[in-house]
């Protein structure tokens, strides 16, 4: 098919079906709403065309040019747009599915609130591209690229992330729930409020990273490395930080209520108002750690090494310490409180015999 043919079917209203435009100079073609169904553009030429609301079909676009094409609001679904250029290109709103991108260069392109599912994107370069609530799932990213971007509000839900990279990549509130960064080195990146809940994080390095108000409800960081990093109000609740580095992180009114935390260092690191309740910190190191007004309520402590730690206010109430080590600083701590003891030991009268008939 000509480029002449395709703007009389295009003016016709025909939809497009089965055409060779291979190789084809499409650009800046007004092509908006047009429908395209199993047709074949590769290495076509699109740059600067207007495909708004585009309908395209398992169509194969393998090393076509669509550089500052506009694609807003288009579907897309079973395309071939492998080693394709989208340099500059707008795919905003756009919904493509069951696509591959494997190759393809979406340099400076703007993707807000797009969505891409089940899409397959192994060595893609997002470099400088815009995300805003950009949607990423069930896709397969293998050595996709998304350095030098800002992954604003982004969902990477169950994505493994492993060979990506991102380098000088921002996280702003993404969505990155049962994820795997195992072993990624993001150090010094800013990652504020970014969601992480049951992520695979083991090993990974966020020394000195920016993770005020992150998520890491459940989540594995076995070995992980956060020394020095900014954590206030990170939530932790249940996490596995086994043998983890914490050494100088801020972690002010952080949560980690039932995290384990066993062989963690803690060495200088603040700790104040942070919840530790029924944590276990078994051989934990908190030299030096600032945990005034902490809740350590229930917490196992046992063989942790808390000398030089300030602990004014601490509370300790239940809390586990065989062979556990103390400065005198603990002398300023919150000891078991009796009254709230007895309270819990308390059984009313007639309860257990109640409770035999019941049952």
């Known amino acids: 098919m000509s480029p002449d043919e395709l703007r009389a079917a295009y003016a016709s209203a025909t939809p497009i079906r089965g055409a060779d435009l291979s190789g084809q100079d499409l650009r800046g073609l007004a092509l908006a709403g047009v429908v395209i169904e199993d047709s074949d ?22 090393g076509a040019s669509l550089g500052g094409a506009d694609l807003s609001l288009a579907m897309l679904h079973g395309v071939d747009l492998s080693a394709a250029r989208l340099h500059r290109a707008r795919l905003a ?3 493509i599915a069951e696509s591959t991108f494997e190759g393809t260069d979406f340099a400076g392109a703007e993707l807000a609130q797009a969505a891409f599912t089940r899409g397959r994107f192994d ?7 815009r995300f805003e609530r950009t949607a990423f799932l069930e896709c397969t990213l293998g050595a996709a690229d998304f350095g030098e971007t800002l992954l604003d509000r982004v969902t990477l839900y169950g994505a493994d992330l492993r060979g990506c990279g991102f380098e000088g990549a921002r996280f702003a509130q993404a969505v990155l729930v049962e994820s795997n960064l195992a072993g990624h080195r993001l150090a010094g990146q800013a990652l504020e409020g970014t969601q992480l809940a049951r992520a695979d994080l083991r090993g990974v390095d966020l020394s000195g990273a920016t993770l005020t108000g992150c998520n890491f409800q459940g989540a594995r960081l076995e070995g992980a490395d956060l020394r020095g990093a900014s954590a206030r109000r990170a939530v932790f609740l249940g996490a596995d930080l086994r043998g983890a580095r914490l050494d100088e992180a801020d972690l002010r009114e952080s949560i980690f209520v039932d995290a384990v935390l066993d062989g963690a260092a803690f060495r200088r690191a603040t700790l ?3 919840v530790l309740q029924r944590a276990s910190l078994r051989a934990a190191r908190l030299e030096g750690a600032e ?12 063989e942790a090494d808390f000398t030089g730690a300030t602990l004014r206010r601490a509370r300790l109430h239940g809390a586990s310490i065989v062979l556990t080590v103390f400065g005198p600083e603990l002398a300023e701590a919150l000891g078991p409180d009796q009254a709230l003891l007895e309270a819990e030991a308390f059984t009313p009268p007639g309860w257990r015999d109640t409770w035999r008939s019941e049952s």
Not at 123 to 129: C, K, L, P, T
């Open 41 to 62: 553009l590769e290495g076509a030429q699109l740059d600067g065309a207007t495909l708004t609301e585009a309908i395209l079909l398992h169509c194969r676009l393998r």
């Open 272 to 274: 104040t108002h942070a």
């Open 123 to 129: 060595g893609a370069s997002f470099r400088e591209a």
């Open 93 to 95: 709103t756009a919904k």
């Open 291 to 302: 945990l005034g007004e902490a809740d350590l309520s229930y917490a196992r402590l046992d």
